[in-house]
């Protein structure tokens, strides 16, 4: 079916019947997108079942009311067959939740970021109480970085390796130098759209502990317990006992805070796909067969999770199923019915995909003329909620405002500010790793690779705590040798 949308975008693209192929095109993006979504559905809605049955993740209960919730969306939809003005009302909830969802994850990141500075102070102490191995000697160690950064030819594996680097080196860079690199980095975005300058901004914020969520005293409470006791320890004079007793408790924490947010990511790529096939379905010009093995899998586990009785269980006369464990084996036989089908409708949904933005901008008359704006919009929320980024926020407005000298200089002022005020009367050890946590994020300052490499020779030259320059060349050495 490739072959149809490859045809209808070629036509697209040379203005050739250019009314029908617009048709066509919408009518086939939103059908295969529905396809694709009610096979990630069963899939996804499938193992999701397993880990909150078998307690693979220990924070299940947890999201147990938005599982709930999610559960009721579901049934409604697939047992009750809904028009479409119920569908819209479903999609009303489905936001609802996925925009709570958000707000969750956006404390649980912003805790995940503060663990992340507190495990760098952490590992730099580890070797005052850990007996230290051998590690190659400053000049070996600084050929076999260079040789690392500049084993490819590939820039943006050079970039990356160049920032993994500077991130886990000792921090040694003088402040005022830290600054000039933040306004460095914001100048980039002049001329840039505004909504790029702020996704630098949040991520330099959560990256610096410098993003202030105010769910974050509602939500997950229990880490921000342990961040005001690692806020005021004194690193330079700290025990060995508080030492392990707070490396413990850090370990511990992010292990949860993984654990947590894996769970709202799946349900994240559960609502996403539920959204689609609710979308399509207001928005198909006529129903669409062929999909009886997934939605038998998806009404089955929606069963399975409720509890009540579905009509799903009659096409299994004849086989004894006597509990869930029988019900989940006879749905996964289900699976074979599917097999192979993503990856060919895959293929139509990115040729569809890559000429979305193009169809509209060049043929936007004929569009409204042929009212399918609407149905174009959809197209590009879907693209969204089926992207990598499971929490676009795709009814968020985008800012056409391009970003200003002046807005990029205050910008820029406002995060040094904000940054020299955190830096007060916290620990040496604390600023450093804030650096550390923000300079690899940034874009690369280093113009050839000699600067690279007298960077590297200055953070050890000027290192003269043993321990931090060991636990740096371990990391460093371990990332290598993967």
């Excluded at 579901?74 to 489905?94: G, S, V, W, Y």
């Excluded at 663990?115 to 005052?128: A, D, H, K």
């Excluded at 402040?175 to 001329?191: A, P, Q």
């Amino acid at each position: 079916m490739d072959k149809l949308m490859k045809k209808c975008a070629r036509e697209l693209g040379r203005n050739k019947d250019v009314d029908a192929n617009l048709i066509k095109y919408t009518d086939m993006a939103l059908h295969y997108n529905g396809s694709m979504a009610y096979l990630k559905l069963a899939m996804e809605y499938y193992m999701f079942y397993e880990t909150v049955t078998e307690e693979i993740n220990p924070y299940t209960a947890s999201v147990k009311d938005t599982l709930d919730t999610l559960n009721s969306i579901i049934e409604h939809f697939f047992e009750n067959k809904p028009d479409k003005e119920e569908c819209q009302k479903l999609l009303d909830r489905l936001s609802g939740i996925r925009k709570d969802i958000i707000s969750k994850m956006q404390v649980l990141t912003a805790y995940t970021d503060c663990f992340v500075v507190y495990e760098y102070i952490f590992n730099r102490l580890q070797y005052n109480f850990d007996k230290m191995g051998t590690m190659p000697e400053d000049a070996q160690f600084i050929e076999t970085v260079a040789n690392f950064i500049f084993g490819t030819k590939d820039n943006v594996t050079i970039n990356e390796n160049i920032r993994f680097i500077i991130g886990q080196l000792p921090m040694r860079m003088l402040r005022s130098r830290y600054f000039d690199i933040i306004r460095e980095s914001v100048s980039i975005y002049k001329g840039s759209g505004l909504d790029s300058l702020k996704s630098f901004e949040y991520m330099f914020r959560t990256n610096a502990m410098l993003y202030k969520d105010k769910n974050m005293d509602i939500y997950f409470t229990e880490f921000k317990q342990v961040l005001d006791v690692l806020k005021d320890l004194d690193y330079d004079n700290i025990s060995e006992d508080i030492y392990h007793t707070y490396s413990e408790k850090i370990k511990t924490s992010s292990k949860n805070l993984s654990d947590i947010a894996d769970l709202y990511m799946q349900l994240g790529e559960l609502i996403n796909s539920l959204y689609i096939i609710i979308l399509e379905t207001v928005y198909e010009e006529k129903p669409h067969d062929g999909r009886k093995a997934v939605t038998t899998i998806i009404r089955g586990v929606n069963s399975l999770f409720t509890g009540k009785e579905s009509s799903v269980w009659k096409a299994a006369s004849g086989e004894l199923l006597n509990n869930g464990t029988d019900m989940l084996s006879w749905l996964s036989g289900f699976f074979g019915d599917i097999t192979g089908q993503q990856e060919d409708i895959k293929d139509t949904i990115n040729t569809a995909e890559a000429v979305l933005d193009e169809t509209v901008s060049s043929h936007q008359d004929a569009i409204e003329r042929l009212n399918l704006m609407e149905k174009f919009t959809v197209l590009k929320h879907i693209s969204l909620l089926s992207s990598s980024s499971i929490f676009a926020e795709f009814d968020k407005e985008t800012e056409d405002t391009k970003v200003t000298a002046e807005m990029a200089n205050e910008t820029a002022a406002k995060l040094i500010s904000e940054v020299k005020e955190l830096f007060k009367g916290r620990s040496r050890m604390l600023r450093r790793a804030v650096m550390a946590n923000t300079v690899d994020k940034m874009p690369v300052f280093f113009n050839n690779p000699q600067d690279v490499a007298d960077y590297i020779s200055s953070s050890l030259a000027q290192c003269d705590d043993e321990a931090e320059k060991y636990a740096s060349k371990e990391i460093i050495m371990d990332a290598i040798k993967q």
